[in-house]
C-alpha cells in the first residue's frame, strides 16, 4: 500500500475529524474533576478515592497508547478514533447509573481510560501529520486545540446541567454526544484521503531509548503530565471550591483557563513552524512554573484564580505542537504515532501520579498548598531536561539527533 496524495480539503476534513474526537475525549477526562464534590457528597466517598479512579484511568490510557499509535501508523487512524468515541460513550453512561464505587472503577476507570487511549493524541498526531498540510505546525496546534476546545463548550455546559437535571442525567446526555462524535469520524474520516503509512522503516527499540533527544522529550514530558492533567486538569475546580468559590464561578474560572489554553495551543503551533521548538517549549515550561506560584495566595480572592486560570492555561496544552514536531523530525512522520504513543505513557504516568497526589497531599494537610510547591519545582525541571533536546532545524545541529532513521518526505 502506499499513501494517497492529500488534497487540501482532505487535509482539513483530518484536523476537523481530530478536533472533534478529541473535544469528547478531553472532556470526559476533565469530568472527573467537575463531579468530585458531587460524589463526595452523594455517595460518601473521599477525594482520594475518586483521584485514585482517575490514575487508574490514566494507567489504563498509558497500557493503551502506544499500541494504538502502533496501529495507526501502520492500518490508519480513523477507526481508532471512532473506536475510542464508542467506547468513550459506554464509560460515560456507566456514570450516569452507578451506584457503587467498583462500578465507577469499572466503567470510568477501566472503560474510559481505553476510551482515552484510543481517542488519543498519538492516534491523532499520526493522522495530521500526514494530512499534507502545508503548514504542520499550525495544523497540528489547531486539530489538538480541540483538547481544550471541548473542555471550554462541554464542561460548562455539563456543569450547567448538573444544576438542572442533575449528574447523573448529565452524564447520560454526555454519553449520547460522544456517540453522536464516533459517528461523525467513522462516516467523514473517509473523506480524508489519508491511508496508513504501509511499509513503515521499523525504529530500533535500542537507538530509540539510546537517544537523548527521546529522553528529553519522554522524561519532561512525563512531570508534564504530573503538573497539567494530573494537577490542573483534575483539582482546578476542587481547589477553587475548597477557597470558596461556588460551582458556578468554580466553572467559569475552568473556562478561562480552556479558553486561554486554546490561545496558548494555536499561539505555539503557529510558533513552531517559525522559531527553534526546543526554544519555545523550555520557554513553555519556565512560565507553568511561574504560573503555579499564584494558587499559594488565592485565599478567597476571585481576581487571582482568574490570573491564576490564564496563566496556567497558556502554558497547559501549549507543549503539544513542540512536542509532536521535535518527535516527527528526530524519528520520522512515519513513526509518529508509535513515538507520541510511549511519550504519551510517559504523559499518563506522571498525570496519574499528580491526580493521586494532588488528592492524597489535600487529604493529609487539608489544603493544596505543598501541591503547588511540588508543581513549580516539577515545572522547572521539565524546563531543564527540554534544553537537552537540539531542534533539527538548527543548523550544525541538524545531524545530532541521537538515532538514525529515515527522514520524512517534506
Given at each position: 500500500m502506499t499513501d494517497e496524495v492529500p488534497?487540501?480539503?482532505?487535509?482539513?476534513?483530518?484536523?476537523?475529524?481530530?478536533?472533534?474526537?478529541?473535544?469528547?475525549?478531553?472532556?470526559?477526562?476533565?469530568?472527573?474533576?467537575?463531579?468530585?464534590?458531587?460524589?463526595?457528597?452523594?455517595?460518601?466517598?473521599?477525594?482520594?478515592?475518586?483521584?485514585?479512579?482517575g490514575s487508574v484511568a490514566l494507567i489504563t490510557m498509558a497500557i493503551v497508547v502506544p499500541m494504538a499509535g502502533y496501529y495507526a501508523d501502520r492500518h490508519g487512524a480513523r477507526r481508532v478514533l471512532a473506536t475510542g468515541g464508542?467506547?468513550?460513550?459506554?464509560?460515560?453512561?456507566?456514570?450516569?447509573?452507578?451506584s457503587s464505587y467498583w462500578q465507577f472503577l469499572m466503567g470510568y476507570a477501566v472503560a474510559g481510560g481505553v476510551g482515552f487511549g484510543l481517542a488519543s493524541l498519538p492516534v491523532a498526531a499520526s493522522l495530521v501529520a500526514r494530512s499534507g498540510a502545508s503548514r504542520p505546525g499550525l495544523a497540528m496546534g489547531i486539530a489538538t486545540a480541540g483538547t481544550t476546545a471541548g473542555q471550554l463548550a462541554i464542561i460548562p455546559g455539563l456543569a450547567a446541567?448538573?444544576?438542572?437535571?442533575?449528574?447523573?442525567?448529565?452524564?447520560?446526555?454526555?454519553?449520547?454526544?460522544?456517540?453522536?462524535?464516533a459517528a461523525f469520524v467513522l462516516i467523514k474520516g473517509d473523506?480524508?484521503?489519508?491511508?496508513?503509512?504501509?511499509r513503515v522503516t521499523e525504529l530500533k527499540a535500542l537507538d530509540v531509548l539510546k537517544s537523548r533527544a527521546f529522553h528529553g522529550l519522554f522524561w519532561s514530558f512525563l512531570f508534564c503530565g504530573?503538573?497539567?492533567?494530573g494537577i490542573v486538569e483534575t483539582h482546578l475546580i476542587p481547589f477553587a471550591e475548597v477557597c470558596g468559590f461556588t460551582p458556578v464561578a468554580s466553572s467559569f474560572a475552568y473556562g478561562v483557563f480552556a479558553a486561554l489554553n486554546l490561545l496558548g495551543m494555536l499561539t505555539a503551533g503557529y510558533l513552531s513552524d517559525r522559531i527553534d521548538r526546543r526554544a519555545l517549549l523550555v520557554a513553555i515550561y519556565v512560565l507553568r512554573s511561574i504560573a503555579f506560584v499564584v494558587p499559594l495566595y488565592v485565599g478567597n480572592n476571585f481576581t487571582l484564580?482568574?490570573?491564576?486560570?490564564?496563566?496556567?492555561?497558556?502554558?497547559?496544552?501549549?507543549?503539544?505542537?513542540?512536542?509532536?514536531?521535535?518527535?516527527?523530525?528526530h524519528f520520522g512522520k512515519q513513526n509518529l504515532g508509535l513515538i507520541v504513543g510511549l511519550l504519551t505513557v510517559g504523559h499518563s504516568i506522571g498525570a496519574a501520579c499528580g491526580a493521586f497526589a494532588g488528592g492524597y497531599i489535600f487529604d493529609l494537610f487539608m489544603k493544596y498548598d505543598w501541591v503547588?510547591?511540588?508543581?513549580?519545582?516539577?515545572?522547572?525541571?521539565?524546563?531543564?531536561?527540554?534544553?537537552?533536546?537540539?531542534?533539527?532545524?538548527?543548523?550544525?545541529?541538524?545531524a545530532n539527533t541521537g538515532v538514525a532513521h529515515p527522514q520524512p518526505a517534506e
Amino acid at each position: 500500500m502506499t499513501d494517497e496524495v492529500p488534497s487540501r480539503d482532505s487535509s482539513r476534513m483530518a484536523i476537523g475529524v481530530v478536533f472533534s474526537i478529541l473535544a469528547v475525549s478531553f472532556a470526559a477526562r476533565s469530568s472527573l474533576g467537575l463531579g468530585m464534590q458531587r460524589w463526595i457528597t452523594d455517595l460518601s466517598w473521599t477525594k482520594s478515592d475518586i483521584s485514585a479512579a482517575g490514575s487508574v484511568a490514566l494507567i489504563t490510557m498509558a497500557i493503551v497508547v502506544p499500541m494504538a499509535g502502533y496501529y495507526a501508523d501502520r492500518h490508519g487512524a480513523r477507526r481508532v478514533l471512532a473506536t475510542g468515541g464508542l467506547v468513550l460513550a459506554v464509560a460515560l453512561a456507566s456514570v450516569s447509573i452507578m451506584s457503587s464505587y467498583w462500578q465507577f472503577l469499572m466503567g470510568y476507570a477501566v472503560a474510559g481510560g481505553v476510551g482515552f487511549g484510543l481517542a488519543s493524541l498519538p492516534v491523532a498526531a499520526s493522522l495530521v501529520a500526514r494530512s499534507g498540510a502545508s503548514r504542520p505546525g499550525l495544523a497540528m496546534g489547531i486539530a489538538t486545540a480541540g483538547t481544550t476546545a471541548g473542555q471550554l463548550a462541554i464542561i460548562p455546559g455539563l456543569a450547567a446541567l448538573f444544576g438542572i437535571v442533575g449528574w447523573r442525567a448529565a452524564f447520560a446526555a454526555f454519553a449520547l454526544l460522544a456517540l453522536a462524535v464516533a459517528a461523525f469520524v467513522l462516516i467523514k474520516g473517509d473523506r480524508t484521503g489519508i491511508q496508513a503509512a504501509g511499509r513503515v522503516t521499523e525504529l530500533k527499540a535500542l537507538d530509540v531509548l539510546k537517544s537523548r533527544a527521546f529522553h528529553g522529550l519522554f522524561w519532561s514530558f512525563l512531570f508534564c503530565g504530573f503538573t497539567s492533567t494530573g494537577i490542573v486538569e483534575t483539582h482546578l475546580i476542587p481547589f477553587a471550591e475548597v477557597c470558596g468559590f461556588t460551582p458556578v464561578a468554580s466553572s467559569f474560572a475552568y473556562g478561562v483557563f480552556a479558553a486561554l489554553n486554546l490561545l496558548g495551543m494555536l499561539t505555539a503551533g503557529y510558533l513552531s513552524d517559525r522559531i527553534d521548538r526546543r526554544a519555545l517549549l523550555v520557554a513553555i515550561y519556565v512560565l507553568r512554573s511561574i504560573a503555579f506560584v499564584v494558587p499559594l495566595y488565592v485565599g478567597n480572592n476571585f481576581t487571582l484564580l482568574l490570573g491564576f486560570s490564564v496563566l496556567v492555561g497558556v502554558a497547559f496544552y501549549a507543549t503539544f505542537p513542540a512536542t509532536m514536531g521535535l518527535s516527527a523530525a528526530h524519528f520520522g512522520k512515519q513513526n509518529l504515532g508509535l513515538i507520541v504513543g510511549l511519550l504519551t505513557v510517559g504523559h499518563s504516568i506522571g498525570a496519574a501520579c499528580g491526580a493521586f497526589a494532588g488528592g492524597y497531599i489535600f487529604d493529609l494537610f487539608m489544603k493544596y498548598d505543598w501541591v503547588w510547591v511540588l508543581s513549580i519545582g516539577l515545572a522547572a525541571v521539565s524546563a531543564v531536561l527540554a534544553l537537552s533536546v537540539v531542534d533539527p532545524r538548527s543548523g550544525k545541529n541538524a545531524a545530532n539527533t541521537g538515532v538514525a532513521h529515515p527522514q520524512p518526505a517534506e
